[in-house]
Nanobody, 114 residues
Framework: QVQLVESGGGLVQPGGSLRLSCATS????????MGWYRQPPGKQRELFAS???????NYADSVKGRFTISRDNAEKTIYLQMHSLKPDDTAVYYC????????WGQGTQVTVSS
């Protein structure tokens, strides 16, 4: 069964930075469009950043200019570099295919608070 393992979350002050990682066991990973999702407290999970197999990226307006998604096909891993974090970024962060087609991992908690 495909595994998605997110890591790198934590507690950070507003304006701070974090780098998340998502290790996968997806076969033919290099051909798969991937994405980062997040679920704020009491809200639905949403896709906010995606990266295609050719490394084209797309971002929600809420994170554009602050977050960067990248991938390492040799390691079957995607990353999320987050800067200028805001309290509204507080959420559990997940990775999955851009279609959300694999079983969800446990996610990693990001809390932005002073």
């Amino acid at each position: 069964q495909v595994q998605l393992v997110e890591s790198g979350g934590g507690l950070v002050q507003p304006g701070g930075s974090l780098r998340l990682s998502c290790a996968t066991s997806i076969s033919a990973f290099s051909l798969v469009n991937m994405g980062w999702y997040r679920q704020p407290p009491g809200k639905q999970r949403e896709l906010f950043a995606s990266i295609t197999s050719s490394s084209a990226t797309n971002y929600a307006d809420s994170v554009k200019g602050r977050f960067t998604i990248s991938r390492d096909n040799a390691e079957k891993t995607i990353y999320l570099q987050m800067h200028s974090l805001k309290p509204d970024d507080t959420a559990v962060y997940y990775c999955n295919t851009a279609a959300g087609s694999r079983p969800w991992g446990q996610g990693t908690q990001v809390t932005v608070s002073s």
